[in-house]
């Protein structure tokens, strides 16, 4: 069953972006079908130099890509989901939103990060596409729960931008779709990390597992 993405026409599976040479980190996870790698937001406008940077996005990419390759090594589907903003997102300041202009469809800023291991296997996820209603969560108006199903997927890995936004909503959007869900804390970076502690009993509260 295909999944486009109606606001931008683009099918939610893309084109490969080649990582950098480096050391890559040991995986900290075993993957097998029955599980799934999802990728929150690694946009460069969420990255260092972008229009809504998180300290500390540039350099989970290494071990992000980790976890991509055991992912792809087990078997397991790789989702990376992105905010894909029309322009005058109602999000955005100038509109009364809470946030700078960022991850507008089709422009370099909402573009994953270019060494973000993403072959043509990886489902992309487009989220926030409607001009006059947001979404954080990966899972909000995608398909993506139905889509999980249909491969047997049980359990869903969550790491990327930022912790105390997206990946919040999408980790409690994963259990209250029944997913066994597993949080990898140290993959992911937030806007404000005080709000840390908070996240934590959120997802203790609704059932999520944090890794450390």
């Known amino acids: 069953m295909p999944y486009t ?11 490969s972006a080649t990582p950098k040479e480096e050391t890559m ?9 029955a599980d799934a790698l999802l990728v929150v937001d ?5 990255c260092e130099g972008g229009a809504l940077a998180v300290a500390g996005g540039n350099a989970l990419v290494p071990g992000i890509n980790a976890e991509i390759a055991a992912a792809r090594a087990g078997g397991a589907p790789i989702v990376a989901s992105r905010d894909w903003h029309p322009i005058d997102h109602v999000s955005f300041v ?9 991850c507008v469809q089709d422009t370099p800023g909402a573009d994953f990060h270019p060494a973000l291991d993403l072959d043509a296997d990886t489902l992309r996820v487009s989220k926030a596409t409607a001009f006059d209603a947001d979404a954080y969560s990966a899972f909000d108006g995608t398909g993506l729960a139905d ?33 066994e869900t597993l949080l990898l804390e140290s993959l992911s970076a937030a806007v404000d990390p005080q709000a840390v502690a908070d996240c934590r009993a959120a997802f203790d509260g609704a059932g999520a597992t944090v890794m450390p």
């Open 42 to 46: 690694m946009q460069n406008d969420f």
């Open 5 to 15: 993405d109606a606001a931008s026409g683009h099918t939610l599976k893309g084109t």
């Open 94 to 102: 100038h509109r009364g939103g809470p946030w700078p202009v960022h």
């Open 147 to 179: 889509y999980l199903r249909e491969r047997g997927v049980t359990r869903v890995i969550v790491c990327g931008l930022a912790l105390d936004v997206c990946v919040r909503a999408t980790v409690i959007d994963a259990r209250r779709h029944g997913f």
């Open 25 to 33: 980190p040991q995986a900290q996870l075993d993957y097998g079908p």
